[in-house]
């Protein structure tokens, strides 16, 4: 059965940092793509950062480049979102998403990904 879990959000302050952690669990760890998506309110649901955990490539919205990272951890079986220098418009649930069909270049559509986590709450306060 695939799972997937979020941890790692909370209340943080501009320009601090924060990483969040996705727990997978029913496949295996270099299958698939993984994706970090965030909802605010009153907003789409749109792609933050996606991992084709099998080659590696990424994707990042270019809201966040340059302040945000996706990684894996193979052992794990955890893909993370490192999250430096928040802003308050970074606030939303986030979400990580499985995506079994993987292309080139990696893909960050909400609408591809086909397994969810219940997601976790980041506030970023001015």
């Known amino acids: 059965q695939v799972r997937l879990v979020e941890s790692g959000g909370g209340l943080v302050q501009s320009g601090d940092s924060l990483r969040l952690s996705c727990q997978a669990s029913?496949?295996?760890?270099?299958?698939?793509?993984v994706g970090w998506f965030r909802q605010a309110p009153g907003k789409e649901r749109e792609g933050v950062s996606c991992?084709?955990?099998?080659?590696?490539?990424?994707y990042y919205a270019d809201s966040v480049k340059d302040r945000f990272t996706i990684s894996k951890d193979r052992a794990k079986n955890t893909v993370y979102l490192q999250m430096n220098n928040p802003k308050p418009e970074d606030s939303a649930v986030y979400y990580c998403?499985?995506?079994?069909?993987?292309?080139?270049?990696?893909?960050?559509?909400?609408?591809?990904?086909?397994?969810w986590g219940l997601g976790t709450q980041v506030t970023v306060s001015p």
């Open positions: 998403a499985a995506d079994f069909e993987t292309n080139v270049p990696v893909l960050c559509a909400p609408s591809r990904y086909d397994y």
């Open positions: 029913g496949f295996a760890p270099d299958y698939g793509a």
């Open positions: 991992i084709d955990r099998a080659r590696g490539n990424t």
